[in-house]
């Protein structure tokens, strides 16, 4: 495979990546009363850092916060809600919604000098924000090992019991600590873990029956990454490790997936490599301690980007892509699905030629699924790309395959688009037009027709919907320094 096709950095080397540095500004009144020192402390403070937790974005360094007569508005969007402000910027942030429409927000705001403070609010079905809350002081970005702090996310259940996760320093190790937030906020803090192989990013996902499962992709010198999953089953005061079995012959290539059901059955998929093979693992522990370990899917070439999505039940659809070169670069994005305990075959959603990348996965509980990633235009390097979704209505049918966003220039492409489903089956995603972000959405009805809005806002988006289809988009806006804004869409 030729270097500059594989858009992923080495751990070792993503640390660097995953802060951008912006010019230093002056400072602003700030947006809250509790935060009278943040004037101060941007007024000293010389590297303003925002970006998602899982996403290697390189924001536009021409980008200037500014006070602008308002946040911006995106079209076919409710009008934006501001969710906090701060001048240094935002080392991450999620949004989780549950069936009921209720959401709470997470982020990791930059203080001065290499420090961050984790905070969460929620929000009303009409995204009226609630009270801000701290989780943490000031704490240190500064570790010693390869792990990344102030990475955070956020997953609340169908009675509004909310989790925030993030990655915190932990004497000479970079730990990963959780607060369970009581639907009336009494919160319980706690380490998922204090040590092992470091994080450089940080997920969470909860069951609508309130279990909850924390996973990243762990520094490992030894490969291009260490799957690590941990479960907190409702009703358990402690977070229980996936202890799978790692084969010296294969080598992790990704950090991977993993999903928690109703009934609190963990499911976490990656892809491996060895001897210029690849396969996809799957590993499956129950609330008894069961754990099953399968390799559903193998190919003669590598396979990269595996995502999966899940049913409320646990059954799961799995994207992956593998390249392979005949007379040309050829990828082939494939799924397969596992339905009460049995894998499909590999199925071919599409090949992109020369070449493209597969990033994301997303479904409902009909089964209906979106997969999304990057197509490229000819060329070495390629001038043009854009977000290619393919959409299954209902397993065993035809996939539907359209380029989401428009085809631009490849100078910005460096991003992760992301892909949400609501539970009509209308597909959202984003996309990268020209220096912003935009947001496209399939019309009623159709599986391929998109409606397209660009998005005046800086930092990737993200997604969160309801039992109503209500969806909230969450992004960061250059206003008052720069300002978590959320908007929704009824689709």
Do not use: C
């Amino acid at each position: 495979m030729r270097p500059e096709l594989r858009l992923r950095v080495r751990a070792a080397a993503g640390a660097a990546a995953l802060a951008v540095a912006v010019a230093t500004l002056s400072p602003l009144a700030p947006a809250h009363s509790d935060d009278r020192s943040l004037a101060r402390e941007a007024a000293r403070a010389q590297d303003r850092t925002f970006h998602r937790p899982d996403a290697d974005v390189q924001i536009d360094p021409q980008a200037r916060p500014s006070a602008l007569a308002g946040l911006p508005k995106v079209k076919g969007w409710t009008a934006p809600k501001a969710v906090f402000s701060t001048y240094n910027g935002f080392q991450s942030y999620d949004i989780a919604r549950n069936a009921k429409g209720q959401s709470v927000v997470a982020w990791a705001e930059v203080g001065s000098g290499s420090t961050v403070r984790i905070r969460y609010a929620r929000l009303t079905p009409a995204n009226k924000v609630l009270k801000r809350v701290k989780l943490t002081g000031w704490i240190t970005r500064d570790t010693v090992d390869s792990g990344i702090v102030g990475q955070v996310a956020a997953t609340i259940d169908k009675d509004g019991n909310a989790t925030v996760v993030w990655t915190q320093r932990t004497g000479e190790a970079t730990g990963v600590r959780a607060a369970s937030i009581g639907a009336k906020g009494r919160t319980t803090t706690r380490w998922v873990t204090q040590q092992g192989h470091p994080p450089m990013s940080v997920f969470a996902k909860a069951s609508a029956t309130g279990h909850v499962v924390v996973w990243w992709n762990g520094y490992d010198p030894e490969a291009w990454g260490s799957p690590q999953q941990y479960v907190l089953w409702k009703g358990r005061k402690a977070f229980t490790k996936v202890n799978y079995t790692r084969d010296p012959d294969w080598m992790p290539d990704e950090g991977g997936t993993a999903s928690v059901s109703n009934t609190g059955l963990v499911s976490a998929t990656w892809v491996e490599r060895g001897s210029g093979q690849g396969r996809l693992r799957a590993v499956t522990l129950d609330k008894t301690g069961k754990l099953v370990e399968k390799v559903p899917a193998t190919a003669s070439n590598l396979i990269m980007n595996s995502s999966h999505a899940t049913t409320a039940s646990g059954n799961l659809t799995v994207s992956y892509m593998d390249q392979e070169y005949v007379d040309e670069w050829r990828t082939h994005w494939y799924t397969l699905r596992r339905t009460n305990g049995t894998w499909s075959a590999p199925k071919e959603v599409t090949q992109l030629q020369p070449y493209g990348y597969t990033w994301s996965i997303a479904g409902n509980d009909t089964g209906k699924a979106a997969t999304i990633g990057l197509g490229y235009g000819p060329g070495n390097p390629p001038e043009s790309i854009a977000v290619t979704a393919g959409v299954q209505a209902k397993p065993g049918a035809r996939w539907t395959v359209t380029e989401a966003g428009p085809r631009v220039y490849n100078g910005f492409s460096f991003f992760t688009p992301r892909v949400h489903m609501t539970a009509n089956g209308r597909t959202v995603t984003s996309y990268r037009g020209s220096t912003r972000p935009g947001v496209a959405w399939t019309k009623k009805g159709t599986n391929g027709t998109w409606v397209r809005s660009g998005v005046g806002t800086q930092g990737d988006l993200a997604f969160a919907s309801d039992a109503r289809s209500r969806v909230n988009m969450l992004s960061l806006a250059s206003y008052k320094g720069f300002t978590l804004t959320v908007y929704q869409n009824d689709l």
